[in-house]
């Protein structure tokens, strides 16, 4: 739940956070979303009801119908919550398996120790039975009651009525990820069906070409050719917007630079969160706040995610009305993912003409 854990980071882009990074990372203490793993493009889920300890099992069961969620997504969100350790305290006090906090398991675990495993489990139905009544008037799917309900769990029920959605935080959005994408997506229709539908070729598979070393600060290893620091948001979505106009490596300059839009980039513009004004005021270059196409920029401002600096993804398809989105230094630092994200989640969208598809 977000009053368990502090707000994760944001995208850097090219300022220097080996300091602040040490900082941030002791604060989160929420697992994140790495990507899926992927062979070839094909998308896996990284925990099911198959992942379930044995004699949880009918417990689970009983516990979703209860919910009205699919037992895949309350596995997944034990699995996130404690790893199935019924022992588990946080720092702040959450306890047990589903690690309620003393004044919600006062509500809902029916007078029970919270460190009795079937008795948080049990907790666990009723609470997000109740959740899912309050958030499910705002949802339009099955898929959409989850994530809601899922966010809800996290940032509390006013914050998702508040916002009508997942609220723009950057732990709620990456926990609701975590679950959904762990789960094998929501409701059997997330990101790994997505991606199989829409057979778009290479999404979850890392071809960065500056991903080594895998994690590390980029900051140390300089500008890449590019013009950005090494394996941050800006530098990734700059890699994945010169594939999309069919240059590749070692084919000399590329034809997406800031340079080459002839439009600046330096002091007093650091972060993702500049990119709107500045790229906006190159010739064709546009701003949406919906509608997004393949090959269109993400772009959250500087305070619409953690970290202050802004963040920027790469659209790679659009299924209604969730984009897939690939990012690097989002759910964990210096590291690329994907999510599949509620357009209307998105602050906007960059439309670079060459680069996006119809």
């Known amino acids: 739940m977000l009053n368990k854990t502090a707000a994760g980071i944001g995208c850097l882009g090219i300022v220097l956070l080996g300091l602040v990074f040490g900082a941030v990372l002791l604060l989160v203490t929420l697992a994140v979303f790495d990507g899926p793993a992927a ?17 949880y099992r009918h417990a689970i069961a009983t516990a979703a119908d209860h919910s009205g969620l699919p037992e895949a997504v309350l596995a997944a969100q034990i699995n996130q919550e404690s790893r199935w350790d019924p022992t588990a305290v946080s720092p702040v006090g959450a306890q047990g398996l589903t690690q309620f906090m003393p004044a919600t398991w006062a509500q809902f675990g029916d007078g029970a120790d919270p460190f009795d495993p079937f008795a948080a489990i049990a907790a666990q139905g009723r609470y997000m039975k109740h959740l899912h009544a309050q958030v499910s008037p705002l949802a339009e799917s099955e898929n959409e009651v989850i994530r809601l309900t899922l966010a809800a769990y996290n940032a509390g029920p006013g914050a998702v009525l508040e916002h009508r959605g997942v609220p723009p935080f950057q732990e709620t959005q990456q926990y609701v990820q975590k679950i959904t994408t762990a ?50 948001c800006t530098d990734f979505v700059m890699w994945r917007l010169n594939q999309s106009l069919g240059w590749s490596q070692g084919e000399g300059t590329p034809p997406f630079t800031f340079a080459a839009l002839g439009v600046g ?6 972060g993702a969160g500049s990119w709107k004004d500045i790229l906006t005021q190159a010739e064709g270059v546009s701003f949406h706040t919906n509608d997004p196409r393949p090959g269109d920029i993400a772009w959250w401002g500087y305070n619409d995610i953690g970290g202050g600096y802004g963040h920027v993804g790469f659209v790679a398809a659009v299924e209604g009305d969730t984009a897939i989105i690939e990012h690097y230094n989002l759910a964990t630092p210096n590291t690329y993912s994907v999510t599949s994200t509620s357009v209307g989640e998105v602050p906007g969208f960059i439309r670079v003409p060459a680069a996006s598809q119809e």
């Open 39 to 55: 062979e070839g493009g094909v998308c896996r889920p990284e925990v099911g009801t198959g992942s379930v300890p044995s004699e």
């Open 183 to 232: 789960s094998g997506g929501t409701g059997g229709a997330g990101l790994c069906d997505s991606l199989g539908e829409l057979n778009v070729e290479g999404v979850g598979v890392d071809d960065y070409p500056y991903r080594e070393p895998v994690g590390v600060d980029g900051w140390s290893q300089g500008r890449s050719l590019f013009g950005h620091t090494q394996r941050q």
């Open 265 to 270: 980039y330096g002091p007093g513009q650091s």
